[in-house]
């Protein structure tokens, strides 16, 4: 697929046909190249063989149709999954996959058990938000956030990722906003880092999941590498470089992140650092084979201790469970 450069597979034109080309493929959202009036005949029929604008996707809708998954099939057959959440207020959300699958292994998602396949290119990162422009295009709507939650760990595909940040942002294309972009990463330190000095400043997700060292290590093997306060204290360091409340999350599992004395733990860890600088979100654990999301109960306790603490907490309303579309549900089975 050549998309993003199609001189590579199409050499000796000029630059004007090159931009035409790349107009037609990620604005005029075309599917076939007999609706590009503005090329020559024979130049159509050329492309229609050299370079189809086919995504291979199979498209699920959920019953409230609030939310669509697509599983996309790979020119090297592999699968990654995308989804589109449609929120009540007029956001259309692409959740987009960095990666074929995860290397970072935490217990309690399923990406994370399939091991890591490959890195995306930029390019397949942003198939997955073109084929839900062209979805939305059919019914006069356009994609207005992005957020890297979905196969994969964003900050250890780094370069594709930036790419696709661009192409994101950039007006002529997608034109969505840099505080409508969001990367959620289980904690690279040197990439939170790094992506505190790029030009382009997107909204960072912290996936937190424990208050203490010990249980985030037994649920997320990154803890052993970049422990829970040197990643907490980069986190910071990224609010005050950027100005942006950077978001904890931190999924509430049964009988194992989700006790009162937990929330106090979490609730504490912020305040010594600084409580303006963060938002907690807590995200009901959607249920696999080894672990149960916590009861409404234990959400509601857990999430009042935190706000009482004087800590914005929000809660992550569940898309697409019936689909298996929600987070950490990304496994790409083939049903
Ligand atoms: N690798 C990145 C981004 C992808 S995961 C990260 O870990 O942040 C997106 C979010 O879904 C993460 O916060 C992840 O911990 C969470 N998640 C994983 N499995 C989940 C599950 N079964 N239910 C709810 N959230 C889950
Ligand atoms: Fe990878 Fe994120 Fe899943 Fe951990 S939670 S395995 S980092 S996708």
Same mark, same amino acid.
Request: with cysteine.
């Given at each position: 697929m050549n998309f993003l450069s199609?001189? $590579?597979? +199409?050499? =000796?034109?000029?630059? *004007?046909?090159?931009?035409?080309?790349i107009n037609w493929i990620w604005c005029g959202l075309l599917t076939d190249w007999s609706g590009a009036k503005n090329l020559p005949q024979d130049l159509r029929a050329q492309l229609s063989q050299i370079l189809p604008l086919t995504i291979n996707a199979k498209v699920l809708t959920s019953a409230d149709k609030k939310?669509?998954?697509? @599983?996309?099939?790979?020119?090297?057959? $592999?699968?990654?999954?995308?989804?589109?959440?449609?929120?009540?207020?007029?956001?259309r959300t692409a959740c987009l996959s960095?990666?074929?699958?995860?290397?970072?292994?935490?217990? *309690?998602?399923s990406t994370g058990t399939m091991g890591l396949k490959r890195n995306l290119t930029a390019e397949e990162i942003l198939l997955q938000a073109l084929l839900w422009q062209r979805e939305l295009a059919k019914v006069g709507e356009k994609l207005s956030n992005a957020v890297f939650m979905g196969m994969g760990e964003p900050l250890l595909?780094?370069?594709?990722?930036?790419?696709?940040?661009?192409?994101?942002?950039?007006?002529?294309? *997608? =034109?969505?906003? $840099?505080?409508? !972009? $969001? !990367?959620?990463?289980?904690?690279? @330190?040197?990439?939170?880092?790094?992506?505190?000095?790029?030009?382009?400043?997107? =909204? +960072?997700? @912290?996936?937190?999941?424990?208050?203490?060292?010990? @249980?985030?290590?037994?649920l997320m093997p990154v803890n052993k590498t970049y422990r829970l306060k040197p990643v907490l204290a980069e986190a910071l360091k990224y609010y005050k470089l950027t100005g942006r409340q950077v978001m904890l999350e931190y999924v509430l599992i049964k009988n194992v992140n989700d006790a009162p004395e937990q929330a106090h733990h979490l609730a504490d860890l912020i305040k010594d650092l600084d409580q303006t600088a963060f938002i907690v979100n807590l995200i009901p654990y959607n249920d696999t084979k080894i672990f149960k999301s916590s009861t409404g109960e234990a959400i509601k306790k857990f999430k009042e201790i935190v706000s009482r603490a004087g800590i914005k907490t929000v809660q992550r309303y569940r898309f697409g469970a019936n689909i298996k579309a929600a987070c950490g549900q990304l496994a790409s089975r083939k049903s």
């Open positions: 199609p001189q $590579s597979i +199409l050499p =000796n034109l000029p630059n *004007f046909r090159y931009q035409q080309i939310t669509a998954k697509a @599983l996309i099939t790979l020119g090297d057959g $592999s699968a990654i999954e995308t989804v589109l959440m449609k929120h009540s207020d007029g956001r960095s990666q074929v699958g995860c290397p970072m292994g935490c217990v *309690f998602c595909n780094y370069a594709a990722v930036m790419e696709a940040i661009k192409i994101l942002h950039e007006p002529k294309i *997608f =034109n969505i906003g $840099s505080h409508h !972009i $969001s !990367i959620s990463t289980c904690g690279i @330190l040197p990439a939170m880092k790094k992506l505190g000095q790029e030009r382009i400043k997107v =909204n +960072l997700a @912290l996936s937190l999941h424990a208050p203490d060292d010990k @249980l985030r290590t037994q």
